[in-house]
C-alpha cells in the first residue's frame, strides 16, 4: 500500500510569490491535515480537510488556504510568500476526522519550502 | 493555554542503555497521547497511543507510560541502538480535540 505522497519535494521562491503543494493520501483515507514545521515552532497545524470540506482550522493567517479533491487528494496554497514561511510543510492522512478516533496520523516526506 | 514541554536539549546515550524522554502538559488534561519518531527531513512516524486511563503501554523495546496527577507521560527504548537516534515527539490532541499538537522533540543520539 503507497504511503503518503507529496509534491514538490523541494522549492524556492522568492517574497510576493505563490505556492501550491499537492498531497496524495493513503488510499481509503478520506482526511488529511496539513503541517508547517520549522526549528523555532516546531509542528504547527494548519488545516484538515475530510470529504472535501475543511474541518479544522489552525491559528494561521488567510494567506494559507487549501482544499481537497473528490479522490481525497488535498493541495494547499500560500499566497504572498514571505520569508517567515520557509519551512518544511508536512501532509498527514488518516482514516478518521481529525481526532474523533484517536487518529493516527501517517504523514508524508514533505515540502521543503524555501523563501528568498 | 495548553502547553507541552519536551526537554529540548539532545540525549545521549551508549548502545544498550535505557533511554528515557519526558513529555509534560499544563493547563489541560488530554485523553490520550501519541509519540512519534522523526529522522531527518522526513515526515513523523507514528510509534504509540496511551489513553488517559492506561498507566503504561509497552511495544517491544519501547515503553510509553502517562500519568495524569503529573501531567507527564515518560518514553523509554530499552536496550537502545544506534539506529534508534532521532528525535521523539509526543503529540496530545489540543482542548477542543480537533488536532493532534506536537511538542518541539527531544533528538536523542546512541552511541556505539
Known amino acids: 500500500k503507497a504511503g503518503v505522497t507529496q509534491t514538490p519535494r523541494y522549492l524556492i521562491k522568492t517574497r510576493g510569490q505563490q505556492v501550491t503543494l499537492s498531497c496524495s493520501p493513503i488510499?481509503?483515507?478520506?482526511?488529511v491535515s496539513w503541517y508547517q514545521q520549522t526549528p523555532g515552532q516546531g509542528l504547527q497545524f494548519l488545516f484538515e480537510?475530510?470529504?472535501?470540506?475543511?474541518?479544522n482550522k489552525g491559528n494561521f493567517p488567510g494567506r494559507f488556504s487549501g482544499r481537497q479533491f473528490s479522490n481525497s487528494r488535498s493541495e494547499m496554497n500560500v499566497s504572498t510568500l514571505e520569508l517567515g514561511d520557509s519551512a518544511l510543510y508536512l501532509c498527514?492522512?488518516?482514516?478518521?476526522?481529525?481526532?474523533?478516533?484517536?487518529?493516527?496520523?501517517?504523514f508524508g516526506e514533505g515540502s521543503r519550502l524555501t523563501v528568498l | 493555554s495548553q502547553k507541552i514541554e519536551q526537554n529540548s536539549e539532545a540525549l545521549n546515550i551508549q548502545e544498550g542503555k535505557t533511554a528515557t524522554l519526558t513529555c509534560n502538559y499544563t493547563?489541560?488534561?488530554?485523553?490520550?497521547l501519541q509519540w512519534y519518531r522523526q529522522d531527518p527531513g522526513r515526515g513523523p512516524v507514528f510509534l504509540l497511543l496511551?489513553?488517559?486511563?492506561?498507566k503504561e503501554k509497552r511495544k517491544e523495546r519501547l515503553k510509553v507510560t502517562f500519568d495524569t496527577t503529573l501531567k507527564q507521560s515518560l518514553f523509554h527504548i530499552t536496550a537502545s541502538q544506534p539506529a534508534d537516534s532521532a528525535t521523539y515527539l509526543c503529540?496530545?490532541?489540543?482542548?477542543?480535540?480537533?488536532?493532534?499538537?506536537f511538542g518541539s522533540g527531544t533528538r536523542l543520539q546512541v552511541q556505539p
Open positions: 498527514a492522512s488518516s482514516h478518521q476526522l481529525g481526532t474523533s478516533n484517536t487518529g493516527e496520523l501517517f
Open positions: 496511551i489513553r488517559e486511563n492506561e
Open positions: 503529540a496530545p490532541p489540543d482542548t477542543g480535540r480537533r488536532a493532534l499538537t
Open positions: 480537510y475530510f470529504s472535501e470540506t475543511q474541518r
Open positions: 488510499s481509503g483515507h478520506r482526511s
Open positions: 493547563n489541560y488534561s488530554p485523553a490520550y
